[in-house]
């Protein structure tokens, strides 16, 4: 039903929604956004839009976030104006999975999943594993799915607990950072709470056409018994595989998407994800850590193929920022690399203000006509077949190791595509031998796409083979004909 490598987009909804209003000059919910909003992702060739943030937001999480000194110092530098009004709930902290009435509620919501549908476009939205908002529902009915925490304990960790009818519950937490203070932690050992949580994905389900899973390692067994253990709390079994195999039994093309880290993307493929975040392509490209990269492009292409690269998303810097330079070097190599991409609102605009999940509104930028120009013509090579279909092979070539090329290839020569990056801060030649490109008689059968299109691309087509030359941090691709 999908592509086998799709492009993902991601919106925060609440931001995006708020936008528009103003823009439009009239409420927008999910049920009246505006044609033309459609038309734009479909022109970026967006295989799958990201909702972030359309469940009701919760009112203690909101609490949290506006009484939270050390994020007011976030929201003051993102949105120098900001006011008590622009904060909202983390969309992360979910009380409960209904749909946002400020967005339209469900209807709306169904509304435009049918629209995005005639663009060929699918919806993913969020799911959050290891916690919910303090103030959910359960808490009255099922406190046995909450991890209690004994009062001496407690006592030493007022920041990590919530208090509630003379019992303390523990805070959701990733135990390299401190807790997340607006949340309760669920405790997966207990087997009624897999049993409720396999239900809230088979009604996400009914929803959408995938989810996007929070910090998804967090409940894998041994991560959630090592952060556990200390309580005598012991998870018995693993959730996602019978999870994610009782969705598919109803929703067969569903898909999932975790966000995964410390290593444990090709044991969360294992258990049924369709793609998984790749945190070590962006932290190689970020440190230009050429050996490294090449390394893990050569890994197994049964594990590539299940990962999602991206240059930003929410919790990253903006690509502008964290890149510098090499930032259209970066995006090309992200974006026509085996397995699914993320693109993530504003970064096709050149954004460079890195907003907090938390505010509803974010400052004004001027969009960067050259960015949105690159981003356009990238959006070319990324709806490739070869790209979004087909097989990769990474190139070594001679004189120099620094350049980093691949080969994507779909069908025969119907989808072709060589990618070359220099992501140093000097200049590269190499020559690469028996690319197979026998058929090629001459330049017009080669397409060339150059990060900077203001300069001509360095390169020679050999009787057995390519040399290419290539400038500082830049990239160049040929699409073979």
Known sequence: MWHK???IYEVHTRVWLGELALKMGEPITLANVPETE?????????????????????AASRACALGHQGLWAEYRRALPDVEERDVGASPFAIASYTVSQALGGESALLKFRRKLEQ????????????????????LKMHAEYFIAVPEHIARHRPDEVVSYEGQYFAC?????????????QLNYANTALHAAMRNVLKRIATLCDGVRCDM??????????????????????????????????????FLFIAEAYWDTEWTLQQHGFDFVYDKRLYDRIRSQDIEGLKAHLQADVRYQQ??????????????LTAFGANHRAAALLTHTVIGAHLL?????????????????????????????????????LWNNSAVKNGDFRLLEGYSSHRIIGFERKSGGHTGHILVFVNLTSESCESYYPSLALSHI???EHIEVFVTDKRKSPQFELCQSGFLVRLRPNEGLAFIVR
């Open 172 to 184: 959701g937490k990733d135990p390299y950072f401190p807790a997340w203070t607006d949340t309760l």
């Open 5 to 7: 490598f799709p492009c």
């Open 119 to 138: 663009y060929g476009i699918g919806l993913l939205l969020d799911f959050v594993p290891n916690h919910v908002a303090r103030d959910c529902e359960w």
């Open 441 to 443: 008689t001459d330049y």
């Open 38 to 58: 459609f038309l734009r992702w479909k022109e970026l060739k967006v295989d799958f839009l990201w909702l972030m943030g359309v469940w009701e937001e919760s």
């Open 344 to 380: 993530h609102d504003g970064e096709n605009e050149g954004r460079r203000i890195k907003l907090p999940v938390q505010l509803r509104r974010r400052m004004a930028e001027e969009p960067d006509q050259d960015i949105m120009d690159f981003y356009h013509r990238l959006s070319h």
């Open 306 to 319: 299940k990962l999602i690269r991206f240059t930003e998303n929410h919790d990253e810097a903006r690509a």
């Open 216 to 253: 998804a390692m967090l409940i894998l067994q041994d991560i959630f018994n090592r952060n556990w253990g200390e309580m005598g709390i012991e998870m018995k079994e693993e959730f996602w595989k019978r999870a994610i195999d009782e969705v598919k039994s109803q929703f067969p093309h």
